[in-house]
């Protein structure tokens, strides 16, 4: 919190105080042709074996773009959701879904302190990866057989 002051020496005081207010990251989302920018905490929907490209941006408290020391990107779980950092911008990144469905957290954690201090800040992203389009039918019996009952002749 920054405070100012002003003591005239009588019982009037002046105080202004600020609260520092958290930076608050945008998410953008690239899937296909379109994309997609979120403020703030997001979740995503995807179908298995699908990729989508993410990008993290980082603002100040009043909204003006922010620059970052560092971002590192993870996945909370391999088995459903995998991610690779772009080489060039580590802003970046290329989450691919598994063969699995379920849920993942998808986080981009930026050392917001320029210099030799971290102050780490985290932005996340709930995947929830689905069913894809189906690609085979299976035929199953239902029951048990019966014998079908003679029919009259007549």
């Known amino acids: 919190m920054n405070q100012l002051e002003i003591n005239f020496g009588t019982p009037l005081r002046i105080v202004v ?7 608050v990251p945008c998410l ?6 379109f994309s997609y920018t979120a403020r703030s905490d997001v979740m995503y929907t995807m179908p298995i074996t699908h990729t989508v490209n993410l990008q993290v941006a980082y603002v100040d408290a009043g909204g003006n773009p922010a620059v970052v020391d560092s971002v590192v990107w993870a996945s909370s779980n391999n088995d459903i959701v995998t991610v ?4 060039t911008d580590p802003t970046k ?17 930026a050392d917001v302190r320029m210099g030799p201090e971290v102050k780490n800040l ?6 929830t990866i689905v069913a894809g389009e189906a690609v085979a039918g299976t035929i199953s019996t239902v029951g048990e057989a019966t014998p079908i009952e ?3 002749v007549g």
Do not use: M
């Not at 953008?28 to 042709?33: A, R, S, W």
């Open 17 to 23: 105080a600020l609260e520092e207010q958290q930076p």
């Open 28 to 33: 953008t989302i690239t899937d296909g042709l």
């Open 84 to 87: 690779q950092q772009d080489a």
């Open 93 to 109: 990144c290329l989450i691919a879904s598994t063969d699995n469905v379920g849920t993942s957290q998808v986080t981009a954690t």
């Open 122 to 127: 985290i932005s996340l992203l709930d995947v």
């Open 150 to 152: 003679p029919q009259p």
